[in-house]
């Protein structure tokens, strides 16, 4: 086999080896992944946290509720009982009803708004929660999909890896070190193809000297222009 063929086909597994080591790294990098996941987690905590609060006001705000009823009750009782019978204190005793009556009535409208935000409150729980559960459920998903495109692309590296070690054994030291050297100069591109007369790496015809001496196949030719092995299919 040619040298400039020899290292075209080095050159293509070692392309496709770190297009598969790319694309294995991306793969294990969202795997385990759970940002999105406890985000989520820790907002609807948060609103459940916000919800137990609110509910506690709103049994406390009952709580003074009753309280105000019971008082009223006790005092209207005592007011119209006829037990009382002196003006001033019967007055007295009507402003106090009166008081505990508007003290009801804001606690009334206090709790009615505190029952409302209770309501939109459960309301928000309700969704996070049914949107956590398809969260979760699409992450168990994309695990499994990402467990096994791994299991896939690492098999898939070890073949083309174990293809590059039986070309490197028929290569020359020599030609394997000009190799590595020009893959590093040329951004992994050691080898360019000679299509139409012309190197393929850096788009200019080639010289017809150096188109023959690519052709035949007996000694490494670098193109005089980007230094590339030249390879003629």
């Not at 008081?99 to 606690?107: A, M, P, W």
């Not at 708004?113 to 209770?118: A, F, G, P």
């Amino acid at each position: 086999m040619i040298k400039g063929r020899q290292l075209y086909e080095l050159q293509e597994v070692d392309l496709e080896i770190e297009a598969k080591g790319e694309a294995l790294a991306r793969v294990e990098s969202r795997l385990g992944e759970r940002e999105a996941l406890d985000e989520a987690r820790a907002a609807l905590s948060r609103e459940r946290e916000r919800l137990a609060e609110l509910e506690k006001t709103q049994r406390l705000g009952e709580g003074e509720m009753e309280d105000l009823r019971a008082k009223t009750a006790l005092l209207e009782g005592k007011l119209y009982s006829g037990s009382v019978r002196n003006p001033k204190e019967l007055t007295s005793l009507q402003e106090q009803v009166e008081h505990l009556k508007k003290r009801r009535r804001g606690q009334e409208d206090h709790l009615l708004d505190i029952m409302t935000e209770v309501e939109a409150v459960q309301h928000s729980v309700n969704s996070k929660s049914r949107e956590l559960e398809r969260m979760e459920e699409n992450w168990r998903q994309e695990q499994n999909s990402l467990s096994r495109e791994q299991a896939e692309l690492r098999a898939a590296l070890a073949t083309v890896e174990q293809r590059r070690k039986e070309l490197i054994v028929r290569i020359d030291s020599v030609s394997l070190e000009l190799y590595q050297m020009l893959r590093v100069k040329r951004q992994g591109r050691a080898v360019a193809k000679v299509e139409r007369g012309m190197c393929q790496g850096c788009r200019i015809v080639l010289p017809m000297t150096e188109l023959q001496r690519a052709r035949m196949g007996e000694e490494i030719v670098q193109c005089s222009s980007c230094e590339r092995i030249l390879y003629v299919s």
